[in-house]
């Protein structure tokens, strides 16, 4: 089993930044790949961003590509998503999840087999 915990949310202006973390625990690997999804009211889970296991690859929903950065550090089983010129439509809870390498697409929900219990990000206009 592993174990996500999601910090760094908050209340934002519009043009602002906030910072997530995810720290992992329990059965870690560092072969694994990373992702951030979000879920704003009324919608379905959507992919935000991802990050292979080696830190070298990275992919990027549309929405939020040139804005946000993700990041992991292995040493402390930590990934992080740098969300800069944040908009009102960012608004969301903001969810880590965890997958095995080679299983499967990034912006898959079914990729990953361990979400955290998510951080709510609001960006007020």
């Known amino acids: 089993q592993v174990q996500l915990v999601e910090s760094g949310g908050g209340l934002a202006q519009a043009g602002g930044s906030l910072r997530l973390s995810c720290a992992a625990s329990g059965r870690t690997s560092s072969t694994y790949i990373m992702g951030w999804f979000r879920q704003a009211p009324g919608k379905e889970r959507e992919f935000v961003a991802g990050?292979?296991?080696?830190?070298?690859?990275?992919y990027y929903a549309d929405s939020v590509r040139g804005r946000f950065t993700i990041s992991r550090d292995n040493a402390k089983n930590t990934s992080y998503l740098q969300m800069n010129s944040l908009k009102p439509e960012d608004t969301a809870v903001y969810y880590c999840a965890v997958g095995r390498a080679y299983s499967g697409s990034y912006y898959s929900t079914e990729t990953y087999d361990y979400w955290g219990q998510g951080t709510q990000v609001t960006v007020s206009s």
């Open positions: 990050i292979s296991w080696s830190g070298r690859s990275t």
